[in-house]
């Protein structure tokens, strides 16, 4: 467990959503899923008889909604995912000297994060991407988007699944406690749905596209009028098998079919409920207790964003009775879960109306099993 106490005066000054134009209903997945399924069910009759094959199950837009809160999502091409001889969305390949999808996703937030912080490029030292999925290994998509942007310093990517946002935020409090950094651009592209099976009834409403930035410097380098001040952070992490991407280039090695069974997005969502739910809530309150307050003083909690139910749950554990959708607003219901931008988003969407001596907490929570958060305070600058 990984607990940081430091010295008041980092802030986070800024915040940018990008959101692609597109959006898929629950009951436009819902039809090309059941159309998908009635084919494959029809074309393998005789082996589904003989108990060589399972039937593809039918979803219904009730049945999403009811386990999860998710009644829609954005991504970043919708034709491809509704078309049932394709089921995946269709990115077409850029050249070398194109901006990359992921990075061009990322910079249009970061321009927006920068614009609401009153920072240009030239002021910032470092560019942090932290995703879920990475278009490529190498060059970094943070050295893409820090020359896109002209900025002159260092960057780099990480990934720690549904928690690179708020390890990502971690990483830029770090460089400017060291004094590496004087202020920090971190970027959360996350393209999710390249990665889900849509053909599979458990799995395929789950993730939607969107990136988040935002900006990270010192106090006394701020030019906004107000800005969350970071109190402090902490990070956990415990091995787990129950969220896994087996998706890599090692494939080829293996002779096996890199899109195969068990290759992209799976979970055991009964053990991931049983065994996060309560590490998470155990996590938030002892932070908040370490900083000398309570729950009950915190405004506002900013939640990793994946399942209804695991966020009402977590909320009745930290607030009792008091829990509310005020307290701890909830976007999965039209951004579906976005990997490690969802309790970004919720802070982005969900800030601006508290006043200033409020208190919040950035939480995320995913594969690995890992969690991170961060403890604000809103201030005048």
């Not at 800024?14 to 998908?36: H, K, Q, R, S």
């Not at 049945?63 to 954005?74: L, P, Q």
């Not at 055991?268 to 309150?285: D, S």
Request: contains cysteine; aromatic residues 8%; charged residues 25%.
């Amino acid at each position: 467990m990984s607990e940081y106490k430091m010295p008041r005066g980092i802030v986070i000054s800024g915040t940018g959503l990008w959101t692609p134009p597109d959006t898929i209903t629950n009951e436009e997945l819902v039809t090309a899923l059941n159309t998908f399924a009635q084919k494959y069910n029809r074309e393998n009759a005789a082996a589904i008889e003989a108990g060589e094959l399972e039937a593809k199950p039918f979803s219904s837009a009730e049945f999403i909604e009811k386990a999860s809160g998710i009644k829609s999502r954005y991504v970043v091409s919708k034709e491809g995912i509704l078309d049932p001889e394709r089921m995946r969305p269709y990115l077409p390949e850029r050249a070398d000297d194109e901006l990359c999808l992921q990075a061009e996703m990322g910079l249009k937030a970061a321009k927006l994060a920068l614009e609401k912080a009153n920072k240009k490029p030239e002021d910032i030292d470092a560019v942090i991407v932290g995703a879920s999925y990475l278009q490529r290994s190498y060059p970094a998509i943070a050295i893409e988007i820090q020359g896109a942007l002209g900025i002159d310093g260092f960057a780099f990517d990480m990934e720690v699944a549904c928690s690179s946002a708020t390890f990502s935020l971690q990483r830029a409090v770090d460089a400017i406690s060291s004094g590496s950094a004087k202020a920090v651009l971190v970027i959360n592209p996350e393209l999710a749905s390249p990665q889900v099976d849509y053909t599979d009834r458990d799995s395929h409403f789950i993730f939607g596209d969107v990136a988040v930035a935002s900006v990270v410097e010192r106090k006394d380098l701020c030019n906004a009028d107000t800005a969350w001040e970071i109190l402090g952070t902490k990070a956990k992490t415990v091995f787990s098998n129950n969220i896994r991407s087996n998706f890599s280039y090692t494939a080829r090695a293996a002779d096996v079919d890199p899109y195969g069974d068990g290759k992209l997005f799976r979970q055991n969502g009964r053990k991931v409920f049983k065994e996060v739910c309560p590490m998470a809530a155990e996590h938030l309150e002892n932070q908040v207790q370490e900083l000398g307050m309570t729950p009950a003083a915190i405004d506002r909690w900013w939640l990793h964003q994946a399942n209804i139910n695991m966020n009402n749950l977590i909320a009745k554990k930290l607030m009792g009775d008091d829990a509310s959708i005020e307290r701890a607003p909830i976007v999965l219901d039209r951004f579906a879960n976005t990997a490690c931008a969802g309790s970004v988003i919720a802070f982005n969407l969900h800030s601006d109306d508290l006043p200033v001596g409020s208190k919040g907490v950035i939480c995320s929570f995913g594969a690995g099993y890992s969690i991170g958060s961060l403890a604000l305070e809103k201030v005048a600058v």
